[in-house]
């Protein structure tokens, strides 16, 4: 298993307010956008983004970080046998991903994200 890429998630109650700070002053483009919650970046080789959200999505609260990787069930076995606390999951979600949530050895809650291929 390898890390792909790591997204932070902040909370808020208006995620269509972070356009007009991180799109319209910063230049980052809306790579997302499901109401619930706002994924903005850059298409360019740097991956990077930052996502404003109500919720987690599936009812569940929003992760403090969400890290993506290659293989969702091998993370989880990883994860579940060095005893961390898996709070969510592994779930298939309907937008397309497959992910578990877990807390971190800080109580940070992580969303651990693969994208399914169809």
Known sequence: MKVRRIVTN???RDPAAAKSFYSDILGLEVLMDHGWI???GSNDLMQTQVSFAQE???RTPVPALSVE???VDEAFTMMTAAGFEVS???ADEPWGVRRFYVRDPFGTLVNIVSHRTR
């Open 88 to 90: 969510y999951g592994p």
């Open 56 to 58: 987690g999505g599936s």
């Open 69 to 71: 990787v290659d293989d």
């Open 38 to 40: 706002v994924t903005l």
């Open 10 to 12: 902040i909370e808020t």
